[in-house]
């Protein structure tokens, strides 16, 4: 996401499961309003091809606070060039340029003015999961069920650091360039801290009980939250490296956590349900 475009990924069919549309709206209270928000998610299995589609809004638009405006979204151009399932997809800062990995074990960088391809990244042996850009787009992070993370130098497009540890596949990763820090989330049940300039493994935060799927970093705070399979969320303290909260979520499995900054929450994606929490502020 960013101020000016989404990005749809349709996938191909999937033996009964057609199409899945997550949530029109979702229902936040803020200050005790109730709030509709719309999420812009739809994952669409119906088509043939694995394809993505770049979404445009116009400039002047508050876009999805309401249902009259549901409809002002439109599409720029439908990309298709992967043979497989696309898995993750990050646009850079500056929106010049956006990256998706894909279960074909490619990596692709896309223009986002004209959805041109810039090249495809080849490597990895496994599915791609997750990739990152930095925000000066010097190098692109890349994460497989191959169990290696690699980073990538954008302006020599090839591979000059990986990242090993793991035993078994990588399926999330966070970064904070600040801190020169990188963070990976494993079907080992653990998240390995990095130095992404050395790429020498710095901590193992160990704790939950099945794969983790998904994480994020506060802003304000050296906090790190994961989701798992295993039903719950964890907040670490990349201080001492200890996980001093739990929120647990009964069993369900978090597929994907997203911060909301305008409205101090966190939205939750579980194997059945949309949720949000408060950010709140840590010490």
């Not at 996401?1 to 709206?25: A, E, T, V, W």
């Not at 002002?72 to 990256?99: A, E």
């Not at 990242?163 to 966070?174: A, N, R, T």
Request: hydrophobic share 35%; aromatic share 10%; charged share 25%.
């Amino acid at each position: 996401f960013d101020n000016n475009y989404f990005f749809r990924i349709n996938y191909n069919n999937i033996k009964d499961c057609k199409k899945i549309s997550i949530c029109y709206y979702i229902k936040l209270t803020h200050k005790r309003k109730l709030i509709k928000k719309r999420l812009f998610l739809d994952i669409n299995l119906e088509n043939r091809s694995h394809s993505i589609e770049m979404i445009s809004q116009p400039k002047s638009s508050n876009i999805g606070f309401s249902p009259v405006e549901r409809n002002v979204w439109k599409i720029d151009s439908i990309i298709y060039s992967h043979l497989g399932v696309i898995k993750t997809i990050d646009i850079s800062s500056n929106s010049r340029v956006f990256v998706t990995g894909s279960s074909d074990r490619t990596l692709k960088l896309w223009n986002v003015s004209d959805g041109s391809l810039i090249i495809t990244l080849t490597g990895h042996i496994d599915q791609v999961t997750d990739v990152k850009i930095s925000e000066e787009c010097q190098n692109l992070f890349s994460v497989s069920l191959d169990k290696i993370i690699k980073m990538w130098d954008t302006s020599e497009l090839r591979v000059v650091r990986n990242f090993y540890g793991h035993k078994s596949g990588i399926y999330c990763l966070e970064m904070n360039e600040k801190a020169s820090m990188l963070f990976s989330g494993s079907r080992d049940c653990s998240v390995k801290v990095w130095d992404s300039s050395t790429g020498y493994l710095l901590h193992t935060l160990s704790g939950h009980k099945n794969t983790i799927t998904t994480m994020i970093l506060y802003d304000d705070a050296p906090v790190l939250l994961t989701g798992s399979t295993d039903g719950t969320i964890k907040y670490w303290d990349l201080r001492n490296g200890r996980s001093f909260l739990t929120l647990n979520y009964k069993k369900k499995a978090i597929l994907k956590i997203k911060k909301d900054p305008d409205y101090g929450v966190f939205l939750v994606l579980t194997s059945s349900e949309l949720s949000s929490f408060y950010i709140g502020k840590v010490k």
